[in-house]
T-cell receptor, first 116, second 109 residues
Framework: EAGVAQSPRYKIIEKRQSVAFWCNPISGHATLYWYQQILGQGPKLLIQFQNNGVVDDSQLPKDRFSAERLKGVDSTLKIQPAKLEDSAVYLC??????????????FGSGTQLSVL | QKEVEQNSGPLSVPEGAIASLNCTYSDRVSQSFFWYRQYSGKSPELIMSIYSNGDKEDGRFTAQLNKASQYVSLLIRDSQPSDSATYLCAVFNTDKLIFGTGTRLQVFP
């Protein structure tokens, strides 16, 4: 079974530039998550999709971050413009069903973003 | 108060010992609890889940849940150097999974 695919693996940009990350979840997984993990901290949920609808985006800085999940499959997360504090690993995860209370999340390998 | 709290460590234990990792959470209505292991530079992977009070064992791992005390723990028996990683406690809260900051475990030979 193929895992969650993410790209790019690493990205270095200057502040005020824009950047986009891509995620392809495990086939058939209804729920997709984007987490931000700053060094030394636990993952923080940015946005959660169920199929192609948004379940939770309460911690997404909407003035600069946007995300979409077209056709309920793969997803992109964009930052425009980037700030120094956006330096982090951006993790995409997916789960099979629509009721994640007892669901296993499968994580991708992440995109490490450095903003200079 | 943080929603999910863990001691950041590092917790250092000798090979073969029992490692005890602890986590407290703030929302009394939380129903589902998870332990993820994250090796340096890698993504988290689920190692244990627990939903009811008491103990749940899986190989060398035992998860313990006490909802009255809002406390969940992970015991690793016969610790191995390969267990050296950061262990993330995660609690399902309303409709989202909240992670703690993680405890770094070091198992030395």
């Amino acid at each position: 079974e193929a895992g969650v695919a993410q790209s790019p693996r690493y990205k270095i940009i200057e502040k005020r530039q824009s950047v986009a990350f891509w995620c392809n979840p495990i086939s058939g997984h209804a729920t997709l998550y984007w987490y931000q993990q700053i060094l030394g901290q636990g993952p923080k949920l940015l946005i959660q999709f169920q199929n192609n609808g948004v379940v939770d985006d309460s911690q997404l800085p909407k003035d600069r971050f946007s995300a979409e999940r077209l056709k309920g499959v793969d997803s992109t997360l964009k930052i425009q413009p980037a700030k120094l504090e956006d330096s982090a690993v951006y993790l995409c995860a997916s789960s099979l069903g629509t009721a994640p209370t007892n669901e296993k999340l499968f994580f991708g390998s992440g995109t490490q973003l450095s903003v200079l | 108060q943080k929603e999910v709290e863990q001691n950041s460590g590092p917790l250092s234990v000798p090979e073969g010992a029992i490692a005890s990792l602890n986590c407290t959470y703030s929302d009394r209505v939380s129903q589902s609890f998870f332990w993820y292991r994250q090796y340096s530079g890698k993504s988290p992977e689920l190692i244990m889940s627990i939903y009811s009070n008491g103990d749940k064992e899986d190989g060398r791992f035992t998860a313990q849940l006490n909802k009255a005390s809002q406390y969940v723990s992970l015991l690793i028996r016969d610790s191995q150097p390969s267990d050296s990683a950061t262990y993330l406690c995660a609690v399902f809260n309303t409709d989202k999974l909240i992670f703690g900051t993680g405890t770094r475990l070091q198992v030395f030979p």
